[in-house]
């Protein structure tokens, strides 16, 4: 193959990558899954969607953001309380506020009865909140571990409200109940196969985002930034605010995914946005591999389906499973499994070249 066409390969494989994805997930899967196993996959489809946010500030922006459930939540919490306005009917209330507190609605619910209003919360609120928390930090040179540390403890922080505001968020047990989808109704199985296709649609779109930004001139400065910070620096450039896109964009692709997660689960609770929720996401992309295109997706799914099908067959070790597989990958292939086949392609020229 000339060089000429080899960068063209180079250049377009993710395209093919995506154009593969596509077809297994809205063709095949659709056509081989049962309505619950494809429920099941539109639920990692969301984690996979926050995945490949966590792939650009992690695996091209040397950011390990182990606080991605923040903004999973926000974009959860503010699907949900519109699919509950949605549920309760004009004027009314939802459910739990009936039943924990006095029936009164917080003024900040109101909005939300919108559904262009709720669309434009679930991008513009992770956008404000990640801005000014990552002006904070970046500004002021944190990273490395204390950075990882301050956005875990976020996390921490947005789960303990939650289950502190029972009255205006349902508390520990979240929002659930949904009924409705603008103006659809949940409990017909071709609409949730809509939500599930609109969720898959969202995950490429995303994906179609990240590659172009990995292209772009933002991109090489993403990945100098993470190598030689003091480097771009010297040559007229802010690493702060290079860093700062990356983790705004990042912020805004989990907040996606915790929208459609929403609709889809049934339910948002702080369990599904907290610290542990969180290392879920970023073990997710290490195991997918954090610096190669479709290794945050697909690592993302994995591991939603190792969560079922472990669970499912071992109720009470699962989870030990699971961390022994993630263990012995990371031992094995730092890079994560997505980096299996250039071993292999490395093994084989050493063996042909002795």
Known sequence: M?????????????????????????????????????????????????????????????????????????????????????AAGPGNVPD?????????????????????????????????????IGWAIFKRRVKGAYFAILTQAMAVVFATLLVATIKETGGFNGLNQFTQFFGYNLYDPVNKQMVYSIT?????????????????????????????????????HDPANIKLVAFVVAAMMASVGGAMFAPIAGIISPSDVDATASIFLIAGVALGGRALFLGPALGALTVGYGRTAL?????????????????????????????LPRLVRTTLDRRTSA
């Not at 939540?73 to 306005?85: I, Q, S």
């Not at 699962?318 to 022994?324: D, E, I, K, P, V």
């Open 311 to 339: 669970s499912e067959a071992f109720p009470n070790q699962w989870t030990y499973f699971l961390g022994a597989l993630f263990v012995v990958v990371i031992l094995l292939l730092p890079r994560g499994v997505g980096d």
């Open 200 to 236: 898959v649609g969202l995950l490429l779109v995303c994906l179609l985002i990240v590659w172009q930004l990995y292209r772009s001139r933002f991109g090489e400065l993403l990945v100098a930034t993470r190598d030689a910070e003091e480097r771009v620096r010297f040559l007229g």
């Open 2 to 86: 000339s060089p000429r066409n080899l960068s063209l390969l180079r250049t377009f494989a993710p395209l093919l990558g995506i154009a593969v994805l596509a077809v297994v997930m809205l063709v095949v899967a659709p056509a081989v899954l049962s309505p619950f196993r494809l429920n099941s996959l539109g639920k990692y489809t969301c984690w996979a969607i926050a995945a490949v946010g966590i792939g650009l500030a992690w695996g091209r922006g040397g950011m390990l953001v182990l606080g991605q459930g923040v903004f999973f939540g926000l974009g959860g919490y503010a699907m949900a309380m519109h699919l509950k306005l949605e």
């Open 96 to 132: 739990f506020m009936v039943l924990y507190g006095d029936g009164t609605m917080p003024g900040f619910w109101e909005p939300f009865r919108s559904g262009p209003f709720t669309i434009f919360a679930i991008l513009a609120l992770p956008a404000a909140v990640a801005t000014v």
